[in-house]
C-alpha cells in the first residue's frame, strides 16, 4: 500500500486540511488524519512525503489539442499525454481536428489504443465532432462516438455557423447525454482577422476581430440551449460580453457551463507586441477589460473551468508572417502555474482553483471526481511555492510554441498519480519517496 503523507488536502467541498491518503491496487481505501493511520490495511510499502505541499483530486484539462492522427509531426498522443502528466494533468479531452476528424468510432478507439500504447497513463477522453469533416453540414454518429468512449461532441476550431443544424445537434446530444462544447464565432465578422480589434491591431496595421465575433454565437447557443434543454459548454471565453451572457443565463437556471484559457486571464493583446506570432491564437487575446472580466468571471463562477486549449504548432508554421502564421498555444506544462497566479493574487481561493482544474470539467463532462475512498486514485500533488523559469526548449510536448517562454513562474506540480501509479515524479531527490 502506498500512502501520500501530511500533504494539505484540498477538495472543494469535501476536504481542506492536512491528511495522509492511503492507497492500494490503484484506489483510495483511506484518507485520515496524520496521527489516526489507516483504518484497516495491509502494512504501507511506500510514503510519499507531502508536507508543504497542496493535495488534489487529478486536474482534468478538459480542451486540448493532440493532434494525432494526422497531424504527429505537432505532437503525438504519446507526447500529448508526457506533456500532460508533468503539467499536473491525470485527464485530458483532445478535441476532434484531427485528420482524418474524430467524427465515427473508428478514430476514437484509435485515440484511446494510442495513449494505452504509449504506456505514460494519463487517461484520454477523447471529444467526438458534431459534424461530419467538421464541415457543419451533417451530424456525426453521436451513438458510435459515445459507445467508443467520446465524453462530448465538439465542432471546436470551427464554429457550426448553421442554427438548425446546431440546434438538433443539441437536442441529439441530449439523447446521448453528451455535452455540446461550443466554439463561438461568427465567421463573417472574424474573417481575415489576425488578432483583436482595438488600438494594438490598428498599431500594427492588421486587420482585427471584433468581440461581437464571438458574442453573438454565445447568445444564439445560449438561446438554443433554453430551446433544447441540453447541456451546453461555450469554449475558450474571452470576451467581457461573453461572460455577462453566460452570468445572466445562468441566473436564468439555463444549463451552461463555460471555460477559458490561462492565457486570457494573463494577457491582452498588447502581448503580440511587434508581431510576436506565439501571442497568436483563436480567440484573440483580448483587452485589459476583457482580461478583467474573464478573472471576474471565474471569481463568481460564471466561468466554470479553466482549460489549457494546448494548441501545439511547429516552427514552420509559427516563424511565418503573423497573418499566416497558426493560431495557438502550447499550454499543457505551463497552465498550473499560470492558474496558480490568480491564487497568489488573490482573486480566486486554492479550493476554486481545485474546482476549476479538476471537479468543474469532471461534472461537466460526467466524470468521477474529487477524492472519495473507493474511488480511483486521480491525485496530483502541487508545490505551491516551487519558483521555476519556463524553458519551451525543454517542454515534454512536442510545440514549443508560448508566449511565456523565460517567464519566472510559481508553483508546480510534482506529482501526478493515475489509478495509484505514478505518471510523473518532480519532487527533489530524496526529499518524498521512501520505500
Not at 502541487?382 to 519556463?390: G, L
Request: net charge negative.
Amino acid at each position: 500500500m502506498v500512502v501520500i503523507r501530511g500533504g494539505r488536502v484540498v477538495d472543494p467541498g469535501h476536504l481542506d486540511g492536512i491528511y495522509d491518503i492511503y492507497i492500494s491496487e490503484g484506489r483510495i481505501v483511506d484518507i485520515a488524519a496524520p496521527s489516526a493511520g489507516a483504518a484497516s490495511s495491509p502494512a504501507v510499502t511506500e510514503e510519499i512525503q507531502a508536507a508543504g505541499k497542496i493535495v488534489t483530486p487529478g486536474l482534468i484539462d478538459m480542451h486540448v489539442h493532440l493532434r494525432e492522427p494526422g497531424y504527429e509531426y505537432k505532437e503525438t498522443i504519446a507526447t500529448g499525454c508526457l506533456a500532460a502528466a508533468c503539467g499536473g494533468f491525470t485527464a485530458v479531452c483532445p478535441m476532434p481536428n484531427t485528420e482524418p476528424v474524430n467524427d465515427r468510432a473508428e478514430v476514437c478507439r484509435f485515440m484511446i489504443s494510442q495513449a494505452a500504447a504509449s504506456g505514460v497513463g494519463v487517461r484520454v477522453l477523447p471529444i467526438g465532432a458534431i459534424s461530419r469533416d467538421q464541415e457543419g453540414k451533417d451530424l456525426a454518429e453521436f451513438a458510435g462516438l459515445k459507445e467508443a468512449g467520446a465524453v462530448a461532441v465538439s465542432d471546436d476550431g470551427k464554429p457550426v455557423s448553421d442554427d438548425l443544424l446546431m440546434r438538433r445537434a443539441m437536442e441529439y446530444a441530449k439523447g446521448f447525454g453528451l455535452p455540446v462544447i461550443s466554439h463561438c464565432e461568427v465567421v463573417s465578422l472574424a474573417a481575415g482577422g489576425a488578432m483583436n480589434e482595438g488600438l494594438a491591431s490598428t498599431r500594427l496595421g492588421l486587420a482585427g476581430i471584433p468581440n461581437a465575433a464571438e458574442r453573438i454565437m454565445v447568445e444564439r447557443d445560449i438561446a438554443l440551449c433554453e430551446l433544447t434543454g441540453a447541456a451546453l459548454h461555450i469554449a475558450h471565453v474571452s470576451a467581457r460580453e461573453s461572460v455577462r451572457a453566460i452570468r445572466e443565463a445562468k441566473k436564468r437556471g439555463v444549463p451552461v457551463t463555460a471555460e477559458t484559457a490561462p492565457h486570457f486571464f494573463m494577457l491582452t493583446d498588447e502581448a503580440v507586441g511587434e508581431y510576436d506570432t506565439a501571442a497568436k491564437v483563436n480567440p484573440p487575446l483580448r483587452s485589459e477589460a476583457d482580461r478583467e472580466a474573464v478573472c471576474e468571471g471565474l471569481a463568481d463562477g460564471t466561468i466554470d473551468a479553466i482549460a489549457s486549449d494546448h494548441a501545439p504548432h511547429s516552427v514552420m508554421e509559427k516563424e511565418v508572417e503573423f497573418d499566416l502564421a497558426a493560431n495557438g498555444i502550447s499550454g499543457l506544462e505551463t497552465s498550473l502555474a499560470l492558474s496558480l497566479s490568480l491564487v497568489r493574487r488573490n482573486l480566486i481561493s486554492i479550493s476554486r482553483l481545485v474546482e476549476a482544474m479538476s471537479l468543474a470539467p469532471a461534472r461537466i463532462l460526467g466524470l468521477p471526481g474529487g477524492l472519495a475512498v473507493g474511488g480511483p486514485a486521480d491525485i496530483t500533488v502541487i508545490d505551491p511555492d516551487m519558483a521555476w523559469r519556463v524553458d519551451a526548449a525543454s517542454f515534454r510536448s512536442l510545440g514549443k510554441n508560448t508566449p511565456f517562454d523565460r517567464w519566472e513562474l510559481q508553483g508546480k506540480a510534482v506529482l501526478t498519480m493515475v489509478g495509484g501509479r505514478v505518471v510523473y515524479y518532480g519532487l527533489a531527490p530524496g526529499a518524498g519517496r521512501c520505500r
